[in-house]
């Protein structure tokens, strides 16, 4: 496959796990996941992992899966690469995977003393690829190991944190996050 190629089918193939994230700073807010509790003198999560954000999160995913799902084959008949359509346990993989992934991460920033918002460099660009990725192996099985092949996933891992790092500088710019990681 010619590298192109693999990265337009690796940014395809997880762009319902990219857009949870953001569309959860977009609607975050509300009551916390975690209620306030805290386990020893730290939070369990911290204020910044709340149901409305997840909820929109999880949403925008699947709904973003459904969309390119409709446009896949006129996609890939124009472009000559084949982009996938998204089974709807592939779209829930990815799109509670990468929710999942950054509510761990929080915790797992907490555990380690960091308040919230403190920068954790690479847990912050990897984590909801690090669960997407499993869950949707285990939801979708042939889906997964069709779509993700060891180049693509070698992009996405490479990929990833370039783009998170460079959507979330132009969302502090914006004034739409309170950190710029
Ligand atoms: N957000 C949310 N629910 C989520 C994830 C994010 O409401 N499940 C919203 C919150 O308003 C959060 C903002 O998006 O403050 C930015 O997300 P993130 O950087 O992941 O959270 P932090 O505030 O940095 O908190 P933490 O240190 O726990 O990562
Ligand atoms: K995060
Ligand atoms: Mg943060």
């Known amino acids: 496959m010619a590298i192109l190629e693999t990265i337009v089918i690796a940014f395809w193939a997880m762009l319902p796990a990219y857009v949870p994230n953001n569309a959860a700073v977009l609607a975050g807010g509300g009551r916390p996941i975690d209620g306030g509790r805290t386990w020893g003198d730290k939070r369990v999560l911290g204020d910044g992992k709340t149901w409305r954000g997840t909820a929109a999160g999880i949403t925008a995913g699947l709904a973003l899966a459904g969309l390119l799902s409709v446009v896949a084959a006129d996609v890939s008949a124009a472009t000559g690469i084949d982009v996938p359509e998204f089974t709807p346990l592939a779209?829930?993989?990815?799109?509670?995977?990468?929710?999942?992934?950054?509510?761990?991460?929080?915790?797992?920033?907490?555990?380690?003393g960091r308040q919230r918002g403190a920068m954790f460099p690479g847990l912050d660009?990897?984590?909801?690829?690090?669960?997407?990725?499993?869950?949707?192996?285990?939801?979708?099985?042939?889906?997964f190991f069709d779509v993700f092949t060891w180049e693509v996933i070698a992009v996405v891992v490479i990929v990833t944190p370039i783009l998170h790092v460079t959507t979330n500088i132009?969302?502090?710019?914006?004034?739409?996050?309170?950190?710029?990681?």
């Open 91 to 112: 779209a829930l993989g990815l799109a509670a995977g990468a929710m999942l992934g950054d509510i761990l991460a929080s915790f797992l920033k907490r555990r380690s």
């Open 125 to 143: 660009q990897l984590d909801f690829v690090v669960v997407s990725l499993p869950l949707t192996a285990l939801l979708a099985s042939e889906w």
């Open 170 to 181: 132009i969302a502090y710019k914006l004034g739409l996050k309170n950190e710029p990681w």
